[in-house]
């Protein structure tokens, strides 16, 4: 399995980063986790758009979906596209939220997608056995793991601190969370994001074997959010875009 950064800078683009976005890959298959603002653009400097087998959003914040606007005009006008309808799974309403997001008129965008809703429980993508959990989050969001190989990826999607995710998480090779909230914000909202050091919490209760941190906001101290994960489960890294981790 292999995860490549698409886009990993939180609540929105970044000067380095678009907003989150995920390429793994297994066996010829190319899943999408998310597509927030400015992740298009950086898609097609790393794979043909057309060779996108599936799409997953987390949820229906715009730095986690807005992309698919360009990605549906990729498929209707640059004449590249095989035709063929892309899964995209998502939380029910995504049909109705991203057509608004794409035309104000609301057009449908089934020429393109084949719209899967999807909740907490089992299903299979791909080569891909895949697992959800919904997350602490103000809006209706899931917690995706992916297991293929025997191998295994956790992506939190946006989460609080919720004991879900670190079942979810158990005994996974690599999570992949967010850690949007700096540790010394005393002022955080509940059930909205994780600090680094929640994040390493987590990880280390779900006895992961390696933590990928993501989703930090450009106003956030990246260096800052690793020690203080580190500090708590040494075997973590911060992701940059166009970085790959073989899994």
């Not at 498929?75 to 109705?96: N, Q, T």
Request: net charge negative; with cysteine; glycine share 10%.
């Amino acid at each position: 399995m292999k995860l490549t950064v698409i886009g990993c800078c939180g609540s929105g683009p970044g000067p380095d980063s678009p907003a989150s976005s995920y390429l793994v890959e297994q066996e010829g298959f190319r899943l999408v986790l998310d597509l927030g603002s400015g992740a298009f653009g950086a898609l097609q400097g790393l794979i043909d758009p057309g060779s996108v087998d599936a799409v997953f959003l987390s949820h229906l914040h715009a730095d986690h979906c807005l992309d698919v606007a360009p990605f549906v005009v990729w498929h209707r006008y640059s004449k590249r596209s095989s035709g063929s309808l892309v899964p995209l799974y998502a939380p029910v309403g995504a049909e109705r939220r991203l057509a608004l997001a794409y035309d104000m008129d609301g057009e449908g965008l089934t020429d393109v997608f084949d719209f899967i809703p999807v909740g907490p429980g089992a299903l299979q993508i791909g080569p891909f056995e895949v697992e959800l959990a919904r997350t602490a989050h103000p809006i209706e969001c899931y917690a995706i793991r992916l297991t293929a190989g025997g191998r295994s990826l956790v992506y939190t999607g946006d989460t609080g601190p919720t004991d879900r995710v670190v079942e979810l998480a158990r005994g996974a090779d690599v999570l992949l969370a967010e850690a949007a909230h700096p540790d010394d914000d005393r002022d955080q909202p509940p059930g909205l994001h994780l600090t680094g050091r929640q994040a390493a919490e987590h990880a280390a209760a779900a006895g992961v074997e390696r933590l990928l941190l993501t989703h930090i906001p450009p106003w956030v101290d990246h260096i800052g959010q690793l020690f203080a994960a580190s500090s708590v489960f040494p075997e973590t890294e911060l992701v940059q875009a166009k970085a790959s981790y073989d899994i």
